[in-house]
């Protein structure tokens, strides 16, 4: 059964950017952030509250629709299945994601995109984020 990345408890983020260095570090062998599949943002104000923009594996994506070359697919279970080959660094997708969760990265000429792979999981020390498994339809 395909899982998603997803929020369980983001009042327990305290910002420290863990999970975003392990899935730079694992995809890219990189310790940028900017390379991160996730994002986590201060929601600014006096209580300092995070934000997690992660990709919400949308069943009909319409990063998949807005993509000319066929280098994102759609997943079973939600989400995109992404063929670097195949991308020619249009954007199209970055422009069509309803939460902004796809990122471009101009020195590889590619996007940064989640897998659901749930690496970051591991390195969130607090709990923030998990992995919910779905149903292929949903």
Not at 70 to 89: D, I, M, N
Not at 105 to 124: M, P, Q, R, T
Request: hydrophobic share 35%; with cysteine; proline share 4%.
């Amino acid at each position: 059964m395909p899982k998603r990345l997803v929020v369980t408890d983001i009042y327990k983020c305290i910002g420290c950017f863990c999970c975003m260095q392990s899935c730079s570090r694992q995809w890219y062998n990189s310790l940028s952030l900017d390379r991160a599949a996730l994002r986590i943002k201060s929601a600014g104000g006096i209580k300092n509250q995070m934000l997690a923009i992660i990709c919400q594996a949308c069943v009909n994506a319409p990063c998949v629709k807005a993509c000319p070359t066929g280098a994102l697919t759609q997943r079973k279970g939600g989400g995109t299945v992404y063929r670097k080959k195949l991308c020619t660094g249009c954007r199209r997708c970055v422009n069509e994601c309803p939460v902004k969760a796809i990122g471009f990265d101009s020195a590889l000429n590619e996007i940064i995109i989640c897998k659901h792979c749930g690496y970051c999981v591991k390195f969130c020390p607090h709990g923030v984020i998990g992995m919910r498994e779905v149903s292929e339809n949903a």
